[in-house]
Each structure stands twice: as structure tokens, then as C-alpha cells.
């Protein structure tokens, strides 16, 4: 059996791709931070990939792409399948070239991100919701491309595409006056990390390079584990920019060669970066883009010293998630508390869990009760936020001893479901 030759982007179409992309990607900064230099203890400098033209990297693949295919494949027209930033893409792309084009979206995509999609795209380009998840619309676009033979434009597991991406690699060279020690970029399908690594790999060899995804749905990671490309059975989608069951075949061929490491980081640490990055630096940036930033802290003490640069990978975030993006943050930093409380069905019962059992600092943020006047004890659902997380402990003891506490919710997954 012969074994087919796995494909690795050469620097020639990398740079053929930089050509193509001048008049259309943005040259992005290249960004010495200050604030997290001086926490880390190293310099930190941020790729503003969230300055781009549609706020993400994903216009450098998407028109890497769709500006090689040929004459036919343009005349036919182009699908693809995208929750949001490949869809943005794709969309200016085909108004660029003035190549009619059908995105595929899941149903629940928020109207703010589909009406993105139709500014960037105008007429040359159709919005197709289908089904609850990407899978569902992936499989919608995969099935319109096999029917009428159209080109599909794959989000990350494309030759093209992943030159495209790699783009960015080349920039941050050209724009660093420092030998870079570290580089770290989010992992979704691996695009981008594929695409960038083999730059590195060439041109900057002494650099390590580290690896970030979800840990929600850390498939890059798994894979690498196992030594071949694995499909996650479940994964949990906030992160949607970085959200893939499994990772393309070529990305992956490319990361387990290239990595240094690939980390995890929690979905509530990111939340935190994403409300620091705003409230200190007035800075958008998505779940996706906040990763190579939220991984810091674990690498804390290799840093200290060091040149790292991070790449920033969009800037797409829905206002309607900010709601779920605090109560992330404040669940992550031991801020946030849910309890089942068994109020004794008597007058005053309330009043007193206020005055004995709360603390000073204390905030009752989140309550459910209805009286049933048969039981000695009524439960109800309270959310309590604290101004330190060494206040939980005198809490539950305060509870405890007045017998209101019932149960703990944060640590029973089938309850807490309900609430987060």
C-alpha cells in the first residue's frame, strides 16, 4: 500500500498568497501591551488579528481560496457552512471577486452576526439557516455542493485556506524588531496554527510554539494524544470560534509536528480575559481571540523574561453574551455561588437569612420560591455573590448551623444546567 504524501504549505504559496491578500486584508499592528507585560513579568506583544477587515483572520483564507479556483467553479458558485467569522470571509470575498456565493448558518445564529454576513456579502451572496448546530448546516452546504457541483469552501481543512492563514505568520516576522520566544495562537480546526507554525518553523526555529483551545472542546489536543485525528463525541460551544468536534486532516498532519504544546484553558477563564481585556484596555475580543491571552497565567513562571507575541484572533463578540459571559467569570474566580436554601415556612424566615446568614459584602443575585403552606420547609433556588472568595466557607457555615442550607448546585452538573 502506498501511503499518500502529507501535504506541508510551502513558503512560495504562502508568500503568493501574501500578494493576493494586499489590496484586501489589513496589515494588522503588532502590539507591545503594556498592562500584560508588566503582570507577566515578560513583553507581551498582541497580533491584532480583532483590527482586521471583517474583525477576523478568516478573510486571508477564505479569499486565498476563493481567488484561485477557476473560471467554472466561479461561474458556478461557491458554498460554505460558518456560525460566524469563516461566514464574514467568505461573504467580502465574494463581493471582492463578484462571485455568487450561499452560506449555510445554524438556525440560533444571532441576528447581529447574519446581519455581518449580508453587509459584508451585499447581493453576492445568499444566508441559509438550516438546523440547530454547525454540524446541521455543514451537512446542508455539503449536500448543495455535491448536487450542483459548486465549489465548498472548507473553514480550516483546505491547502489554500491554511496559506492564507499563514499570511499572518509572516506579518508578525516582518513587523518584530525581537528574537520572539513564544508564540501562541487559538486552535479551532487548526488553520491557523497550521498555517503560521510552518512560517515559524522556517523563519523563526527557536521560537516554541504553544497551542490554545477550549477546554470544552479540546480536540487539537486529543488527537495529539492519541496520535491520530480524533472526533470528540460531545463538546460544549461557547467558544464557538474554536468549538470543532474534530480538527481538519491536514492541520492536524502539520500541528503535531509544529506544536511545542497545546493547552487548555477553561471557558470561565476566558470570560475573565474577555471583561479584562474591556474594562482595562476598552479591547473587544471574542471567546476565541481571548485564549492565546488567557493562557498567560498558566505559563506564568516559563515566561518571566521572555518575548511573546499573541496572537488576537477576532473581535466578533454578540453584546447579547455578556450576560453569560460575567456570570462565566464570576463562577470561574469562586465569585458566584447556587444553593438550594430550605426556608422554614413562617413569617420572617426570609428576613433572617438575610441579617444572619449573608454577610456584609454579600449580593442575593438570582432567586426562586413558591410558598406551599402544606410543608414545614419551602426550598428555593439563591444565587449569592461574594466579594472574595474567602467568604464562601463562613457562608455555608452560617447556613449550616441556622439549617437553612439544603444543597451546593455549582457542584451537581445536572442541576446547575438549569442555571448556566
Known amino acids: 500500500m502506498v501511503k499518500t504524501e502529507v501535504y506541508y504549505p510551502k513558503m512560495k504559496d504562502i508568500e503568493a498568497a501574501a500578494e493576493r491578500l494586499q489590496d484586501v486584508a489589513s496589515l494588522t499592528p503588532l502590539q507591545l501591551n503594556d498592562l500584560y507585560s508588566a503582570k507577566y513579568g515578560c513583553n507581551v506583544y498582541f497580533k491584532r488579528e480583532d483590527l ?31 456560525a460566524g467569522n469563516h461566514a464574514q470571509g467568505v461573504a467580502m470575498s465574494c463581493q471582492v471577486l463578484k462571485i455568487q456565493g450561499t452560506i449555510y448558518m445554524p438556525s440560533p445564529t444571532p441576528v447581529q452576526k447574519i446581519d455581518q454576513v449580508k453587509m459584508h456579502g451585499g447581493s453576492y451572496v445568499k444566508v441559509v439557516l438550516h438546523g440547530d448546530t454547525y454540524d446541521d448546516a455543514y451537512a446542508a452546504a455539503f449536500a448543495e455542493n455535491q448536487k450542483l457541483g ?24 516582518d513587523q518584530s ?4 520566544d513564544y508564540l501562541i495562537m487559538p486552535i479551532g480546526g487548526g488553520g491557523l496554527s497550521a498555517g503560521v ?11 516554541k510554539i504553544i ?25 460544549e460551544s461557547f467558544v464557538d470560534g474554536a468549538a470543532v468536534k474534530r480538527v481538519g486532516e491536514r492541520n492536524f498532519e502539520i500541528c503535531q509536528k509544529n506544536l511545542e504544546q497545546v493547552i487548555s484553558v477553561s471557558e470561565g477563564a476566558i470570560c475573565q480575559t474577555i471583561l479584562d481585556m474591556y474594562n482595562q484596555q476598552a479591547i473587544v475580543v471574542e471567546p476565541a481571540g481571548a485564549m492565546s491571552i ?23 463578540n454578540d453584546i447579547t453574551r455578556t450576560a453569560e459571559i460575567k456570570e462565566r467569570a464570576l463562577l470561574q474566580s469562586q465569585l458566584k455561588h447556587y444553593f438550594i436554601v430550605r426556608f422554614p415556612q413562617r413569617a420572617g424566615a426570609l428576613r433572617e437569612f438575610v441579617e444572619k446568614v449573608l454577610g456584609p459584602n454579600d449580593d442575593i443575585t ?36 441556622l439549617n437553612f442550607y439544603g444543597d451546593y448546585i455549582n457542584e451537581n452538573p445536572t442541576l446547575f444546567e438549569f442555571l448556566v
Not at 150 to 173: N, S, W
Not at 177 to 180: F, K
Open 52 to 82: 482586521q477587515t471583517v474583525r477576523s483572520y478568516k478573510i486571508r483564507g477564505a479569499y486565498n481560496k476563493i481567488s484561485t479556483i477557476s473560471p467554472d467553479q466561479r461561474a458556478s458558485g461557491i458554498v460554505c457552512a460558518s
Open 150 to 173: 459548486k465549489c465548498f469552501i472548507h473553514p480550516f481543512d483546505d491547502e489554500k485556506v491554511i496559506e492564507g492563514q499563514a499570511t499572518v505568520g509572516l506579518e508578525i516576522l
Open 177 to 180: 524588531d525581537v528574537s520572539i
Open 197 to 207: 507554525s510552518t512560517v515559524f518553523k522556517q523563519l523563526s526555529p527557536q521560537t
Open 211 to 235: 497551542g490554545v483551545e477550549p477546554t470544552g472542546a479540546p480536540s487539537m489536543g486529543t488527537s495529539i494524544f492519541n496520535r491520530q485525528n480524533t472526533t470528540l463525541d460531545n463538546i
Open 294 to 316: 488567557t493562557v498567560l497565567e498558566q505559563l506564568r513562571e516559563e515566561i518571566k523574561g521572555k518575548n511573546i507575541v499573541c496572537v488576537v484572533s477576532g473581535s466578533n
Open 366 to 401: 438570582h432567586f426562586e420560591y413558591t410558598k406551599k403552606t402544606n410543608r414545614i420547609n419551602g426550598s428555593a433556588v439563591v444565587g449569592i455573590e461574594l466579594k472574595s472568595p474567602a467568604d464562601f466557607d463562613s457562608l455555608v457555615e452560617r447556613m449550616k448551623s
